[in-house]
């Protein structure tokens, strides 16, 4: 069974400071895809950033990056310069081995992380 | 650019009664779609997912199902609604072969 565990349910960070989330998960899996997922109070799931398993440069989108450790299996999340609307619920999440045809969307979600920033 | 739309956005149902919710993707062809409900402070759970159309797969056994009628159409559907079918349902599209899923706005079913 594949579970993603976010030992964090809420952060708090000043504007402008850097804050960290992380998340740790467990995989039997060879292949497979990380995902941070944001979720601000409209409740619309949004696309954070992500991180094939098999590369092993950490990815980054601006302000976003992950610091992805395989052996660890963890993944966590640094937001640098963090603005007031980064304040939302942060989701970790893990999907297996592509099937063919496409991905069956099993992602496996953890509980999620509230981040509040501070002005 | 692709994009996605799912409607209504929240909905207050009598118990009992049915439900449509409908999504549709834009600016791709032969998406896969998926249909996924959120409990309060709860992640996300699979209902159903689709390759193609008339295709559907079902993750959860419930009083949902779901249909794709089109391509880029996706509707998620009841015929007696459940006090227990309240939630947030969120629709989603990866391209075909693809792992990263996109999702819509999502729409609030409140069952009363």
């Known amino acids: 069974a594949q579970t993603v565990t976010q030992s964090q349910p809420e952060m708090s960070v000043q504007e402008a400071e850097t804050v960290t989330l992380s998340c740790t998960y467990d995989?039997?899996?060879?292949?497979?895809?990380l995902f941070w997922y944001k979720q601000p109070p409209s409740r619309q799931m949004i696309l954070v950033i992500r991180?094939?398993?098999?590369?092993?440069q950490n990815a980054t989108e601006n302000r976003f990056s992950v610091n992805f450790q395989k052996a660890a299996k963890s993944f966590s999340l640094k937001i640098s310069d963090s603005q007031l609307g980064d304040a939302a619920m942060y989701f970790c999440a893990l999907i297996g081995e592509r099937v063919y045809g496409g991905s069956q969307g099993n992602l496996i979600f953890g509980k999620g992380t509230k981040l509040s920033v501070k002005p | 650019s692709q994009t996605i739309h799912q409607w209504p956005a929240t909905l207050v149902q009598p118990v009992g009664s049915p439900l449509s919710l409908e999504c549709t993707v834009e600016?791709?062809?032969?998406?896969?779609l998926y249909w996924y409900r959120q409990a309060a402070g709860r992640g996300l759970q699979l209902l159903f997912y689709?390759?193609?159309?008339?295709?559907i797969s079902s993750e959860v056994p419930q009083n949902l199902s779901a249909s794709r009628p089109q391509d880029r159409q996706f509707i998620l559907s009841s015929k007696k609604l459940l006090l227990s079918d309240s939630g947030f349902y969120l629709c989603?599209?990866?391209?075909?072969?693809?792992?990263?899923?996109?999702f819509g706005e999502g729409s609030w079913l409140t069952v009363v």
């Open positions: 689709s390759v193609g159309i008339g295709q």
């Open positions: 989603a599209w990866s391209r075909p072969g693809g792992n990263t899923i996109y």
């Open positions: 600016g791709t062809s032969n998406p896969n």
């Open positions: 995989t039997s899996e060879s292949d497979y895809y």
């Open positions: 991180q094939e398993a098999y590369k092993q």
